[in-house]
């Protein structure tokens, strides 16, 4: 059984969230799936994050979730820690690693500096596919807590067709569970994104799946190059899906593989002027590297909703720097596009 399921390495980017992601990998740890790595990424935290992993692993600190009851039984999970720089030149004892099974082991990659949800993913992808010769690669959130067939799922749908690239997670809240979303639509005449609320089990148009839950093939990687470390956070999973898309791949969604999500574990609930300045700057340059052509055309809608919305911010919230945030992003955009962006061959994402 485990040799015909194909290796799938799960990638958790942990900053200064260390109790989230134990609830995260105490639920992975009970999946049914049989040929998975674990792989956390820790993005430069500056707590005592990377301790307080171990000590879980070590069965020192009891999860407390309202999805399942703690158990013991499948403790200590050996913890292989490297550094980012051990990972990219393949300094791993993989003989030793297998020996143990998928359910007893993990792999803590240490960054020296947040490096953005781009730039950590980016380094646990590249383990990943060269050091591990990983099939699949499956992003996790690590506020998410998930169902205990949702890989099962993620990659029955994925191996149907060899033309998917990229199946996501019905993403339901952490605390309503109601469906946060269910793929996503760009509609690029009105420069907005929405997170579908209903699912159709044969829809095969999808723009986009969110990133918070998305298993994407080796192809579809190597094909189409990892994130774009320029954008950092947010909507760096909608510029890869559609550059995933326009190689000719599917997006498709998995109704029947279900993850809670608790949502902005990193940057807070609270719209604030980190989310708004990268927003507006990474929709900007993420239209300019797809549709150059048609750059003014598509994004004078968005800039004008973007706008819109940080003015209405600004005045309910009582905080003028909202839309300084957003004009700052905007602003940023346009000068990294004046001296070159994206350069020829794409290598600010391409490596």
Known sequence: MKMLAPKVSIIILNWNGWRDTIECLESLYRIDYPNYDVIV??????????QKIKQYAE?????NSKFF???????????FEIT???AKHGKFNRLLYEKFDPDRRMILIKSKRNQGFTGGNNIGIKFALSILASKYVLLLNNDIVV???FLKDLVNLARKDKTVGIVGSLVRFYNSQEVQSAGIKLNLKSGRIYHLKTYNERE???DCVMGCSMLISKDALLGSGLFDNVFFAYTEEIDLCLRVKSNGYLINLSPTSVVFHKHRGSTGYKINGFILFHRSRNYLLMIYKLFRSKWVLLT????????GEAILWSFTQKDISLLISTINGISSALKLIIK????EMGDFYKS
């Open 59 to 63: 069965g020192k600190i009891q999860v």
């Open 300 to 307: 004078t809608p968005y800039l004008l909703n973007i706008i």
């Open 340 to 343: 070159g962006y994206p350069n």
């Open 69 to 79: 009851e703690y158990t013991p039984g499948n403790k200590p999970i050996k913890v």
């Open 204 to 206: 095969q148009s999808l």
């Open 147 to 149: 169902d205990r067939s």
């Open 84 to 86: 980012e720089e051990e």
């Open 41 to 50: 990424v820790d993005n430069g935290s500056t707590d005592d994050s990377t």
